[in-house]
């Protein structure tokens, strides 16, 4: 039985809220809350954490709704709950739950509809012009999505399991899944939370991957034989895509200017059978001019994928937006250069924003001679995957 009452979750999530708008991390602020509450099992833990990210997803609407000028923890879960019909219960004023909403904030409370656009939306003001130039008249419908919480997608490794092996092992755990389009993406229909657990994960027969993810590493075009470089590999996930297309047969290269985000990518490879050589600062040069693919995953706003990161929406600004636009054109041009003559390279980004994807590859084909950008591709939010963009390069 739960230690933790559903209003004491409630008071939880206001602290943990109350810190993320001061400034604090999202994920930083949750993990030392269950540090600090022993006390609290992993149901308590996982209904704050969607408590904590229900109210980032929504953060404007729900200030909005919670009609509280100054943002605050108590604002936000308030704004968030205001049509939950048990909303008063979990107010209740019990030990370990938030107190009763006053006379005013009762009164305060106000509808969605009126609200501006990016209020509505749940997005920074600064962007909506890019969004509408980048979206048209998909704007709303792909942000709505973002405003929900992400559903949970697998790849099966093909390395250790066809896609039916796959799904029968999860079913030993008891977990259910369906098939998404494409060959290895699948969406957990039930006991999400088990998988991680699952022997179908500890073994490797599956890894955690959105659909978009998938498409991405499979736009590479990679076999086995190839000598392949994943140019900005962070935890790995697309890394160990490539491996498994290339069945472990050829050279597969990993390297992120930040070595800490790989940390835990040889320990994955070890589970998925993936054999990948790590490569720092001074072993990179080595393989210029050598790569049959290079895949960049650059860095981005990850508007795409708010729903997964929804505190990230709330720390970009122009100033950062144009960071990583500027680190995205390098990255684009310095891909080519890592490639065999013949070989191809894909840009890559978990973006929905034009000023990240296509203008980045009209730059470098204004800047570097015989460029050819081909297969541009763009995948909109939705139950089936996360906002991604890609596209192939080729030095003619």
Same mark, same amino acid.
């Given at each position: 039985?739960?230690?933790?009452?559903?209003?004491?979750r409630?008071?939880a999530a206001i602290t943990?809220?109350?810190?993320?708008?001061?400034?604090?991390?999202?994920?930083?602020?949750?993990?030392?809350?269950?540090?600090?509450?022993?006390?609290?099992?992993?149901?308590?833990?996982?209904a704050?954490?969607d408590l904590?990210?229900?109210?980032?997803?929504?953060r404007?609407s729900?200030?909005?709704r919670?009609?509280?000028?100054?943002?605050?923890?108590?604002?936000?879960?308030?704004?968030?709950?205001?049509d939950?019909?048990?909303?008063?219960?979990?107010?209740d004023?019990?030990?370990?739950?938030?107190?009763?909403?006053?006379?005013?904030?009762?009164?305060?409370?106000?509808?969605?509809?009126?609200?501006?656009?990016?209020v509505?939306?749940?997005?920074?003001?600064?962007?909506?012009?890019?969004?509408?130039?980048?979206?048209?008249?998909?704007?709303?419908p792909?942000?709505?999505?973002?405003?929900?919480r992400?559903?949970?997608h =697998?790849?099966?490794?093909t390395?250790? /399991?066809?896609?039916? *092996? #796959?799904? +029968? &092992?999860? !079913?030993?755990?008891?977990?259910? @899944?369906?098939?998404?389009p494409?060959?290895?993406?699948?969406?957990?229909?039930?006991?999400?939370?088990?998988?991680?657990?699952?022997?179908?994960?500890?073994?490797? =027969?599956?890894?955690?991957?959105?659909? /978009?993810?998938?498409a *991405? #590493?499979? +736009? &590479?075009? !990679?076999?086995?034989?190839m000598? @392949?470089?994943?140019?900005?590999?962070?935890?790995?996930?697309?890394?160990?895509?490539?491996?498994?297309?290339?069945?472990?047969?050829g050279?597969?290269?990993?390297?992120?200017?930040?070595?800490?985000?790989?940390?835990?990518?040889?320990?994955?490879?070890?589970?998925?059978?993936?054999?990948?050589?790590?490569?720092d600062?001074?072993?990179?040069?080595?393989?210029?001019?050598?790569?049959?693919?290079?895949?960049v995953?650059?860095?981005?706003?990850?508007?795409?994928?708010?729903?997964?990161?929804?505190?990230?929406?709330?720390?970009?600004?122009?100033?950062?937006?144009?960071?990583?636009?500027a680190v995205?054109?390098?990255?684009?041009a310095?891909?080519?250069?890592?490639?065999r003559?013949?070989?191809?390279?894909?840009?890559?980004?978990?973006?929905?924003?034009?000023?990240?994807?296509?203008?980045v590859?009209?730059?470098?084909?204004?800047?570097?001679?015989?460029?050819?950008?081909?297969?541009?591709?763009?995948?909109?939010p939705?139950?089936?995957?996360?906002?991604f963009?890609?596209?192939?390069?080729?030095?003619?």
């Amino acid at each position: 039985a739960s230690a933790v009452t559903p209003a004491a979750r409630v008071a939880a999530a206001i602290t943990i809220l109350d810190e993320i708008v001061a400034g604090h991390p999202a994920e930083r602020c949750l993990t030392a809350w269950a540090r600090a509450s022993r006390f609290a099992g992993s149901r308590d833990r996982a209904a704050v954490r969607d408590l904590v990210f229900d109210a980032l997803r929504r953060r404007r609407s729900a200030l909005w709704r919670s009609g509280q000028e100054t943002e605050t923890g108590r604002a936000l879960v308030t704004g968030l709950l205001a049509d939950l019909s048990e909303r008063d219960a979990l107010f209740d004023g019990s030990a370990h739950g938030p107190s009763p909403l006053s006379a005013a904030e009762a009164h305060a409370l106000r509808p969605l509809e009126g609200a501006p656009r990016p209020v509505r939306l749940d997005v920074p003001d600064f962007l909506e012009e890019e969004l509408e130039r980048s979206l048209e008249g998909a704007l709303e419908p792909a942000l709505e999505v973002l405003r929900s919480r992400a559903e949970v997608h =697998l790849r099966v490794n093909t390395l250790k /399991a066809t896609r039916e *092996a #796959a799904v +029968a &092992a999860l !079913v030993e755990d008891e977990i259910e @899944v369906e098939a998404l389009p494409g060959p290895t993406a699948l969406r957990v229909t039930r006991n999400p939370r088990r998988v991680a657990a699952s022997r179908a994960y500890r073994d490797g =027969l599956v890894e955690l991957q959105d659909a /978009a993810s998938q498409a *991405a #590493a499979a +736009a &590479a075009a !990679v076999v086995p034989g190839m000598t @392949v470089l994943d140019l900005c590999a962070g935890g790995g996930g697309k890394t160990l895509a490539l491996g498994a297309a290339m069945a472990a047969k050829g050279r597969l290269y990993a390297y992120d200017l930040y070595p800490a985000r790989m940390k835990s990518l040889p320990e994955r490879a070890r589970r998925a059978g993936v054999s990948v050589s790590i490569l720092d600062r001074r072993e990179l040069p080595r393989v210029l001019g050598s790569c049959d693919v290079v895949f960049v995953d650059a860095p981005c706003s990850g508007s795409g994928a708010w729903r997964r990161s929804p505190d990230a929406k709330w720390r970009l600004t122009p100033d950062s937006l144009a960071t990583l636009v500027a680190v995205q054109k390098r990255l684009a041009a310095e891909a080519l250069g890592y490639l065999r003559p013949g070989g191809h390279a894909v840009y890559a980004t978990c973006s929905l924003l034009s000023a990240e994807n296509a203008d980045v590859l009209a730059d470098l084909q204004t800047r570097a001679e015989g460029v050819a950008v081909s297969g541009e591709t763009r995948l909109l939010p939705s139950s089936d995957q996360d906002g991604f963009f890609f596209a192939t390069l080729k030095q003619m």
